[in-house]
């Protein structure tokens, strides 16, 4: 026999306060049919009606989706989008059974049996009649009173058919043509409740920040004589707060609202997410006949007209993230550890908001963001299309009072992108309390605007509007596009204007799933699904780091350049809402850098210490003052992490300063010069380099003897987008898709002298050309070390532009380098990274396919040194000068090439990087920090190259 369990959610300590009371409580008592989620499911008995293993029983996972337990056909919506009973569409049939056990103490009860998701249109038989209507939506709770179909103490049997797609064409409209996977199958738990026999059917709260409390309470029947009901709040230390509530109920109603006033309470925000434990008590004379127990929070939301959003009194800008509901190998079927993982990283990112695109989560998300403060955005289905009225007003009624407790829930969305039916609008406050403001994601209601991907320049006309702005997408990523890149120029805007409301990135995290009809590989449906701030497991791209840097919720406002003269102090910015810097904490350290030829990664300690953070209030500025010891210009860097109250690191900013440091250095021995009919050769040590007299480039290096395939530059490399005019602007004549190529401008170039000659103990070659690069200078010094040194003139707009050596890309092993990373810098994507010794293997990844980050190809910020590890040996390269670029080979777009295709560089030197644009913006329209670069005048630089043959 499945032996049932009872609920309980309560906080240390409260057992006890309702010990003394001496009453036996009467909880619902649960009875789990499935599991609870991914890896803790249960058999069922299961067919299919088509696709793959159809036509025959066997056995399911419950939950689950159907196609990752082999069974059925993938599809992904948007291939249909706009039709409702479209031929080709996978529309398979799942008839379920499960055989089960009700204890006999149960028959004076009331029982349900409760789905919370199943996909699409469910039917619902126990011992062979049917349980009620059909159910049509997918990603909601629906119950159905199973009292009188049970055998109690016997065992019972579950029928349930699911059919994938709805008979119902505005449910295929909403929730089946949309820009995501379309999955089959019964994916979230299914359980029972059994009730006693008089019993509270569910509560809506309403908890405001200045302790006004009111709560409806709803009996599943309507009431006799003298019943009553009491509600005691109690705080996470088991505490009773206030006096209890207590109101009787009118004979024959089935509700009573219970009112009350709290005072000194601590109130729910993202940053402070204060819960209570309430727990209410239903009583027929003296008699405790049913006690159910909750979780809320003091808040109130309020939305000032022209100006903001208002939590407790206080402006708040969302920053916010767009998240399915998703796993690889389970697609929509999820589990506590995998919700709480998903809002654990959306905070670690410094975000405080998310929105719940386009569907209900399950309730254990909107546990997390209760529990670790998260401001929500709930949904209604809908993309596009929507749910007709008869439809519509079932579902509302599902999502609001399964999730109206709730007080992360700050919105509801009816729908998004037009998949709004505006007679839905006024149904969400029937059922909630709170009156909550709903929104239509890319509309204007209830005073926010919403509207979704305006391009910088477009979002600055709609702060223009009589309106609180908030889009509720923006800068939609793709692959390594989006996101990071031009956010810092979107927050800046967004932070300062006085109607903003801030804004949600699409989207969290790739969804891709793990097809289990192509042994796991992972499926983005091309560019679809391949929008995430992280991929499918969570893997972390470059423009995680961009926004956790650029949301810190604390800003230390020095320049990364300290002066000669610094005494340690630094201003900082209280970002936060409600939280005084006197609760975070600072460390700092001073660190050395290692030599390239030290094989190490990371940096030595040389001093460290810790900070209690000054008394800032929130939106406030001040100071900080790290005690330096007088050597400290000593040390090569200076870190500065700031640290949430919960000790958890914001950011890390690094400090350096003036310094005068060579990172490869000569040795000993002598340099001999040779010369010959067509080349140079000259020898240091082990190190032996030819030198064309014909194209003034390396044509050979040999180590040691043997040889080292780096040659052909430095090559002068300049490019702009394919649809930019020469002043940098955008033709429109231009072929469609030229904003995606990067073409390398073809520029001149002509020998006009070479000239080799020992000067000292050194040799000096000494080249000049017509065109871009004039002069080049090669020394050749003691113990094979060579200086670089060049100067090249172009006057114009570009995008790309410096200096690249060759060397065969598929010889090359790993990098170790010293620089800012470990991610990859676009020129609008510079935030994010650290100064640091970094190691990296090589790899080429496929972006939207295969998701191996860092990548080791690409445009890194601030390098001082490089040491290539390659298949016949160490290459070394070295920088004395700072804000340049190192250029690790051509970063890698997806298959499809829709964010950019770039000149085919090696090993290189580059003063300007591209931006990145985004899926639906192109770079000119991502802000400042994305625009084309109109250079002037000549450039110098000095580089170092070391070998070390095999």
């Known amino acids: ?270 940053e402070t997410p204060n819960l209570y434990h309430i727990q209410f008590s239903l009583y027929d004379g003296d008699e405790l006949v049913h006690q159910i127990d909750d979780r809320f929070g003091f808040r109130s939301i309020e939305l000032k007209a022209s100006d903001g959003i208002y939590i407790n009194g206080q402006r708040v800008l969302m920053k916010g993230v767009n998240k399915h509901s998703f796993w690889p190998e389970s697609g929509r079927t999820l589990n506590k550890e995998l919700n709480y993982a998903d809002a654990k990283l959306i905070k670690e990112m410094n975000m405080n908001a998310v929105r719940l695109s386009h569907y209900p989560s399950d309730p254990e998300f909107l546990e997390a963001c209760d529990e670790l403060g998260l401001y929500v955005l709930h949904e209604l289905g809908g993309w596009h299309g929507h749910y007709d009225e008869a439809i519509g007003m079932k579902l509302v009624e599902e999502l609001v009072t399964r999730d109206v407790n709730h007080p992360s829930v700050i919105f509801w969305d009816n729908g998004n992108e037009g998949g709004w039916n505006t007679e839905l609008d006024d149904e969400f406050a029937k059922w909630d309390p709170q009156n909550r403001p709903v929104l239509h994601p890319q509309q204007l209601l209830s005073g926010v605007e919403t509207m979704h991907y305006r391009s910088y320049g477009e979002t600055e006309e709609y702060f223009r509007g009589d309106y609180i702005f908030m889009p509720t997408e923006f800068l939609h990523g793709l692959y390594d596009g989006g996101h990071g890149g031009g956010l810092f120029d979107y927050w800046e805007m967004m932070r300062q204007h006085p109607r903003s409301g801030g804004g949600f990135l699409w989207v969290f995290a ?119 010891p007088s050597n400290w210009k000593e040390a090569d860097v200076l870190y500065l992490t700031a640290k949430s109250p919960e000790g958890e690191a914001l950011w890390t900013w690094h400090f350096t300063w003036e310094q005068s440091k060579q990172y490869l250095q000569a040795g000993a021995g002598t340099v001999e010069l040779e010369e010959n009919e067509g080349n140079y050769v000259v020898s240091s040590g082990d190190l032996k380099v030819t030198f064309s007299k014909e194209s003034g480039q390396i044509v050979s290096v040999k180590e040691g003897g043997k040889d080292m395939a780096f040659a052909g530059g430095p090559r002068f490399v300049a490019a702009r987008r394919g649809d930019r005019t020469l002043d940098g602007t955008v033709d429109p004549e231009f072929e469609k898709g030229m904003d995606r190529i990067y073409k390398e401008l073809d520029l001149e170039q002509e020998l006009r002298m070479i000239n080799a000659e020992k000067e000292g103990e050194n040799v000096v ?86 998701f191996t980050y860092p990548e080791f190809k690409g445009y890194f910020h601030d390098w001082h040194w490089a040491a290539f590890e390659t298949e016949e040996g160490k290459i070394y390269m070295a920088n004395d000068q700072q804000n340049n670029y190192l250029g690790v080979y051509t970063p890698r777009d997806g298959r499809d090439a829709l964010l950019y295709t770039l000149p085919q560089t090696g090993l290189a030197v580059f003063d300007v990087i591209p931006a990145v644009r985004n899926k639906v913006n192109a770079t000119d329209l991502v802000g400042p920090s994305s625009q084309p670069k109109h250079v002037r005048g000549s450039k110098s630089r000095r580089v170092y190259f070391k070998f070390k043959a095999n």
């Not at 799933?513 to 091309?526: E, K, L, P, S, V």
């Not at 030290?598 to 940096?603: D, N, R, V």
């Not at 690069?773 to 100067?791: C, F, K, R, S």
């Not at 991610?823 to 090589?842: E, P, V």
């Open 765 to 850: 070659v000494k080249v000049s050309y017509f065109g871009s690069l004039e002069e080049v200078v090669w020394t050749i010094q003691l113990g094979g070390l060579l200086q670089l040194d060049y100067t090249y003139t172009y006057n114009g707009v570009v995008e790309l532009m410096g200096v690249s050596f060759d060397y065969p890309e598929e010889k090359v092993k790993a990098i170790r380098w010293l620089g800012e990373g470990p991610y990859r810098a676009w020129q609008n994507r510079i935030h994010g990274t650290t100064l640091d010794i970094w190691g990296n293997d090589y790899n080429d990844p496929i972006p939207g396919e295969s």
């Open 510 to 628: 790739d969804e891709g799933i793990a097809r289990t009809d192509q042994d796991g590989r992972i499926d983005n449906q091309g560019n679809y699904g391949a929008d995430g701030i992280v991929g499918p497991h969570h893997e972390k791209e470059g423009s995680f780091f961009t926004i956790k840097e650029v949301w810190s919720p604390v800003m230390v406002m020095q320049d990364d350049k300290l002066p000669v003269d610094f005494d340690g102090t630094f201003q900082v910015e209280n970002r936060y809402d409600f939280t005084n810097l006197n609760a975070c904490g600072f460390e700092w350290s001073l660190g050395a850098f290692y030599e390239p030829e030290e094989e190490k990664s990371g940096h030595k300690v040389i001093q460290s210490g810790k900070l209690s953070g000054p008394d800032v209030a929130p939106h406030g500025e001040g100071k900080i003052i790290i005690p330096l």
């Open 1 to 270: 026999m499945i032996r049932p369990i009872r609920i309980h959610k309560l906080f240390l300590g409260i057992v006890a306060v309702f010990a003394v009371s001496g009453l036996k409580a009467q909880e619902t008592e649960i009875q789990y049919l499935s599991g609870k989620g991914y890896q803790d499911t249960k058999e069922w008995e299961f067919k299919i009606s088509g696709g793959r293993n159809s036509e025959e029983w066997s056995t399911i996972s419950v939950p689950s989706v159907w196609e990752q337990e082999g069974f059925g056909k993938y599809q992904y919506g948007i291939k249909f989008y706009g039709k409702p009973f479209p031929d080709g569409i996978a529309d398979e049939v799942g008839e379920y059974k499960y055989k089960f056990d009700v204890p006999k103490d149960w028959e004076n009860k009331l029982v349900r049996i409760v789905f919370d998701g199943s996909m699409t249109d469910t039917e619902v038989r126990v011992n062979g009649r049917s349980a009620g209507d059909k159910h049509q939506g997918a990603f909601y709770r629906f119950k159905y009173d199973i009292t009188d179909l049970l055998k109690y103490g016997k065992q019972n049997l579950l029928e349930v058919t699911v059919s994938k797609e709805s008979s119902n064409a505005s449910v295929n409209l909403a929730e089946r043509r949309a820009d995501y996977w379309n999955f089959g199958g019964i994916f979230r738990p299914v359980f029972l409740e059994a009730f006693p026999a008089k019993f509270i059917d569910r509560t809506a709260i309403d908890a405001q920040a200045n302790g006004q409390f009111r709560a409806e309470v709803f009996l599943g029947h309507a009431s006799s004589q003298d019943m009553k009901v009491e509600a005691k709040v109690i705080d996470m230390a088991g505490k009773l707060v206030g006096k209890p509530i207590k109101k009787s109920i009118i004979q024959g109603g089935d509700k009573v609202i219970l009112e009350s006033s709290f005072e000194g309470v601590d109130l729910w925000t993202a």
